[in-house]
């Protein structure tokens, strides 16, 4: 039985990976979900899977050595997936030190745990041990009106706070493979969306707001441009490198799919008017009148967009969802996941909210 280690299984993208896993491979793979649990991991995230015999949860911090080598130690680790980060820009631009602290320190003890479990007498690694670093098409910078896309060959051109610490550890990958030929890959996915989603980013900050008749923020001119992906395509992306990628080779995670964040705004307030059945009283509250331009984000990139060709042409990945229908599964899902929101919406998130938005 192939043993996964997850970072940051509690998270938006993980959790996803993870009930995505055990939808394809059953009993036939081991998962050890390590998380933290800041406030964005969350144990409910996982229910349906928690009783699994073949899933085990460690709250461990990937900062923490001891920690991890003891993980290694403990369990055959076949394939590590290393989703564990600081996430939202707008965080990193308040506050960088968790960020650096967490991505970049983290991802460095992730390597060396990986690196002292797997590595040979010879100075070669156990055979069929891959590490794979998850990470965001942010690192390549920012593109403008006119400009192609980010290719794997683009260069490395981050801007936030959160970006450069993303590129940070995708050097320290880098580097961990051409000095020791550690066996691992890199991704840079586009923006996702999807289920699971902590409601600081747009599209399910928007859904929360519209359905309470909130204002919905918009920064800047709202014409910045995001190459949005369904998560479940990003979940079978990694797998699929994992299974078939190259050792050592980057690949690009996007599927076209590019919209200025007022076209997202507009199609999010449209789908859920057909959605609400007639008589809901949500459907009154929800209206364009709700939108509000905001002051723009700082250093805020214009554009993101991926090319995606080298994932298609070697690994055969293309994403299933299109934006229509992931849109309307996005949605129906907070629908039917009203206690979660309500959930992760108190507190702390009260609090940020407040601070971040002067409201
Ligand atoms: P998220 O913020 O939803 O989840 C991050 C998870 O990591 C949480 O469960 C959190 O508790 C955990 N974590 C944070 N610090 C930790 C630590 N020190 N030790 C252990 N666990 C810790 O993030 P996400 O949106 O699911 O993103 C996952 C990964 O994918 C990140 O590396 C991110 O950079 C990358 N990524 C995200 C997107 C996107 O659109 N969300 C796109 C491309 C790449
Ligand atoms: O591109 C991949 C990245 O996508 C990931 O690496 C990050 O982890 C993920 O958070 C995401 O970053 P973005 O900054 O693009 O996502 P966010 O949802 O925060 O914002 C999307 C766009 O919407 C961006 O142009 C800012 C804008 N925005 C965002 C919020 C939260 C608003 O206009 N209003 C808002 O309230």
Not at 203 to 208: A, G, Q
Not at 229 to 243: G, M, P, R, S, T
Not at 266 to 273: K, P, R, S, V
Not at 307 to 333: C, H, N, S, V
Request: aromatic content about 12%; glycine content about 6%.
């Amino acid at each position: 039985m192939r043993t996964y280690l997850v970072t940051g299984g509690a998270g938006f993208i993980g959790s996803n990976y993870i009930h995505y896993m055990f939808r394809k491979y059953g009993d036939e793979i081991r998962v050890i979900n390590v998380d933290c649990l800041t406030y964005a991991g969350n144990l409910e995230n996982l229910k349906g899977v928690e009783d699994r015999e073949n899933y085990v949860f460690v709250k461990a911090d990937i900062r923490d050595r001891e920690a991890i080598e003891k993980i290694f130690a403990e369990y055959d680790v076949d394939r590590v997936v290393h989703f564990a980060a600081e996430s939202h820009v707008d965080r990193s631009i308040r506050n960088p030190e968790i960020f650096v602290e967490t991505n970049v320190l983290g991802t460095l003890v992730m390597l060396n745990a990986a690196k002292k479990a797997w590595e040979t007498q010879d100075g070669g690694f156990l055979p069929d041990k891959k590490f794979l670093h998850v990470s965001t098409d942010e690192v390549y910078g920012s593109l403008e009106e006119g400009d192609t896309y980010f290719y794997e060959t683009s260069p490395i051109d981050p801007h936030s706070p959160y970006s450069a610490s993303k590129a940070s550890s995708d050097m320290l990958v880098k580097a961990y493979i051409d000095t020791y030929k550690f066996p691992a890959n890199i991704t840079n996915c586009s923006n996702n969306y999807g289920p699971y989603q902590f409601p600081e980013k747009l599209i399910p900050l928007i859904i929360n707001n519209a359905l309470q008749g909130k204002k919905l923020p918009v920064y800047g001119d709202g014409k910045n441009v995001r190459d949005w992906l369904y998560v479940d395509d990003h979940a079978k992306a990694i797998d699929l490198v994992q299974e078939k990628g190259r050792l050592g080779e980057r690949y690009n995670i996007g599927g076209h799919n590019e919209k200025q964040n007022i076209e997202i705004i507009h199609i999010i307030l449209d789908t859920l008017q057909e959605m609400l059945p007639e008589g809901d009283p949500r459907k009154a509250l929800v209206s364009r009148d709700l939108i509000t331009y905001v002051e723009d984000r700082k250093g805020h990139d214009r554009r993101y967009a991926i090319a995606p060709d080298k994932i298609k042409e070697e690994i055969g990945w293309y994403p299933k969802t299109m934006f229509q229908e992931g849109i309307r599964l996005t949605i129906q899902w907070f629908f039917e996941h009203e206690e979660w929101m309500k959930h992760v919406t108190s507190g702390d998130y009260q609090k940020y909210y407040a601070e971040m938005y002067q409201a």
